[in-house]
């Protein structure tokens, strides 16, 4: 079920009566009783998050099966100069779902009132490219991007070594938490105690308009100049609490949207 958080309380249900066939003579609960006992696979704040959630889509495919994952193109050097032509026939292309930065105004049960004005660049598209020195990312969102002094901005989280019991939440290097001017932001890494990042390096990096793109040399990501490369990325914009995997379903915007990330390997 989805969408159903509501706990009755019944002295008879269907062919069941509370006095007759419960432990509690006086009632019974159906639907989301608890977390253990509920029929629900919606989200929610605390409690079980969106683990139902993710079961369900793990049991989906292996019933189901995926499609294979498409290849990435050949090795190629970009140049971080803000002209983003270089990035043409660089395949494949991570999209996001557009438009899900709306702001949230409304009135809800009784005297609660929802309202989240954290929407604000809207991840559209992402690629990777990559040579024997560098991997190269590019993100699109779907207006001018706002000020890098903005905070939380354009954050880009790496699992470098595919191991989600490594770093934080396994994403083992993270860029754009601190950023130096228009042209230089900084690689940091996990150090391995939860949110806990030191930085490693300056980067080079350029926004225009509503594209950005940046380069991290192999190196530093633990990827040798030979052989195959493969990680996972996500990115993340406008969070509003830190250490809250949470907050990739509920602030701001995330690509890829909730807890998933989009995977590179060639």
């Known amino acids: 079920g989805w969408n159903e958080w509501v706990a009755g309380r019944f002295l008879e249900w269907y062919k069941y009566k509370a006095e007759r066939d419960s432990l509690h003579s ?12 509920s029929r629900d696979i919606e989200p929610m704040k605390g409690g079980h998050t969106d683990n139902y959630y993710y079961q369900m889509i793990s049991y989906i495919r292996r019933f189901k099966g995926m499609r294979p994952a498409p290849a990435s193109s050949g090795e190629k050097t970009i140049v971080i100069d803000g002209d983003f032509a270089d990035w043409q026939d660089v395949q494949p292309e991570y999209r996001d779902t557009i438009g899900d930065t709306l702001h949230r105004d409304h009135r809800g049960y009784g005297s609660t009132h929802y309202a ?5 660049n809207d991840l559209v598209l992402m690629k ?25 901005w354009m954050l880009l989280f790496i699992d470098a070594d595919g191991d989600h019991r490594t770093g934080w939440q396994g994403y083992d290097f993270l860029v754009n938490h601190t950023l130096q001017d228009e042209s230089t932001t900084t690689l ?3 150090n391995g105690n939860g949110w806990q990042w030191k ?3 300056l980067l080079q990096y350029k926004a225009v308009d509503n594209k950005l793109e940046l380069r991290i040399p192999r190196e530093l990501l633990g990827l040798g100049k030979i052989g195959p490369v493969a990680f996972d990325f996500h990115w993340a914009d406008n969070i509003q609490m830190e250490g809250d995997i949470t907050e990739f379903a ?12 989009y995977r590179y390997g060639n």
């Open 199 to 201: 930085p490693v390096k």
């Open 26 to 37: 006086d009632g019974m609960f159906v639907d989301e009783y608890n977390q253990e006992y």
């Open 250 to 261: 509920i602030s701001g915007d995330s690509a890829p949207n909730r807890r998933f990330n």
């Open 188 to 190: 940091k890494q996990n």
């Open 116 to 120: 989240d004005t954290t929407g604000r």
């Open 128 to 152: 990777v490219a990559r040579d024997a020195e560098s991997v190269y990312f590019y993100v699109q969102t779907r207006e001018k991007l706002t000020p890098c002094t903005d905070p939380q």
